[in-house]
């Protein structure tokens, strides 16, 4: 996977607290930058689609690997 | 931001049905929605300072038994006394081995994303619940309170 400027370990978490604190680091990230989130709650695949949907923000990634999931979220501007 | 609006009316003091509202608040707030709740009757205990919320196994065979209890015990068994302080107990470690929020964070967590929290004045009268003993970042207001907010939302829910 590509490169990133911030990283959220959400693994462990179950919902909607990946989301939440996904949102927590973007708020804190300028536009452009990449936040690279690993997660182990299997309906965050589906979720973090919707969110990146819905708010802009741009989903340049998603894959699994051995029960977890990784993403690539970009803020958007 | 999506600058949408969600109102949801929350009715219900169980740790379990605690959950919809706050969880639905906290994540329509994540993607942007402007979020009024509202706590009416029982769900009044939600913004309690201190939450003791239980859940009960009586009257809802919905809810999953552990050790195959609801194999041999009879309904009735769900009365004797006891019960639904050891449930709650079960569900509360279970909600914290799965990774799941409680109901104090995620709260918390509606309040930091700027959530409206409105307690029902009339069940507080109703019910003579003391305002020192609710959280302070709520406001008070009565049906057409929120009517107010409703009427401008794009999503209304009854929970």
Redesign the interface.
Same mark, same amino acid.
């Given at each position: 996977m590509s490169d990133f400027n911030q990283e959220l370990d959400a693994r462990?978490?179950?919902?909607?607290?990946p989301?939440?604190r996904a949102?927590k680091k973007l708020n804190a990230m300028t536009a452009g930058e990449v936040l690279k989130i690993i997660a182990t709650?299997p309906g965050s695949v589906k979720d973090f689609e919707a969110?990146a949907t819905?708010?802009g923000n741009e989903l340049m990634g998603s894959s699994e690997n051995d029960g977890e999931f990784q993403f690539l979220l970009k803020k958007g501007g | 931001?999506?600058g949408k609006n969600l109102t949801i009316i929350a009715t219900k003091g169980t740790l379990d049905w605690a959950y919809p509202p706050f969880?639905l608040s906290?994540?329509a707030a /994540? =993607? &942007?929605y402007n979020v009024s709740m509202f706590f009416t009757f029982y769900g009044l205990q939600l913004l309690k300072k201190d939450l003791s919320l239980s859940v009960s196994p009586l009257g809802n065979p919905g809810m999953p038994m552990p050790l195959g209890m609801d194999k041999w015990f009879p309904v009735l068994g769900t009365t004797i006394p006891g019960m639904q302080a050891m449930m709650t107990g079960m569900m509360k470690s279970t909600i914290k081995s799965? &990774?799941? /929020?409680s109901v104090a964070e995620l709260r918390s =967590?509606c309040l930091e994303a700027d959530v409206k929290m409105i307690g029902c004045q009339m069940t507080i009268d109703l019910f003579d619940i003391k305002h020192e003993d609710l959280i302070e970042e709520i406001d008070l207001g009565g049906a057409a309170t929120y009517f107010e907010h409703a009427g401008e939302s794009d999503i209304n829910l009854f929970i």
């Amino acid at each position: 996977m590509s490169d990133f400027n911030q990283e959220l370990d959400a693994r462990g978490l179950n919902c909607p607290l990946p989301i939440l604190r996904a949102k927590k680091k973007l708020n804190a990230m300028t536009a452009g930058e990449v936040l690279k989130i690993i997660a182990t709650d299997p309906g965050s695949v589906k979720d973090f689609e919707a969110f990146a949907t819905q708010t802009g923000n741009e989903l340049m990634g998603s894959s699994e690997n051995d029960g977890e999931f990784q993403f690539l979220l970009k803020k958007g501007g | 931001m999506s600058g949408k609006n969600l109102t949801i009316i929350a009715t219900k003091g169980t740790l379990d049905w605690a959950y919809p509202p706050f969880i639905l608040s906290s994540t329509a707030a /994540a =993607l &942007g929605y402007n979020v009024s709740m509202f706590f009416t009757f029982y769900g009044l205990q939600l913004l309690k300072k201190d939450l003791s919320l239980s859940v009960s196994p009586l009257g809802n065979p919905g809810m999953p038994m552990p050790l195959g209890m609801d194999k041999w015990f009879p309904v009735l068994g769900t009365t004797i006394p006891g019960m639904q302080a050891m449930m709650t107990g079960m569900m509360k470690s279970t909600i914290k081995s799965k &990774g799941v /929020a409680s109901v104090a964070e995620l709260r918390s =967590l509606c309040l930091e994303a700027d959530v409206k929290m409105i307690g029902c004045q009339m069940t507080i009268d109703l019910f003579d619940i003391k305002h020192e003993d609710l959280i302070e970042e709520i406001d008070l207001g009565g049906a057409a309170t929120y009517f107010e907010h409703a009427g401008e939302s794009d999503i209304n829910l009854f929970i």
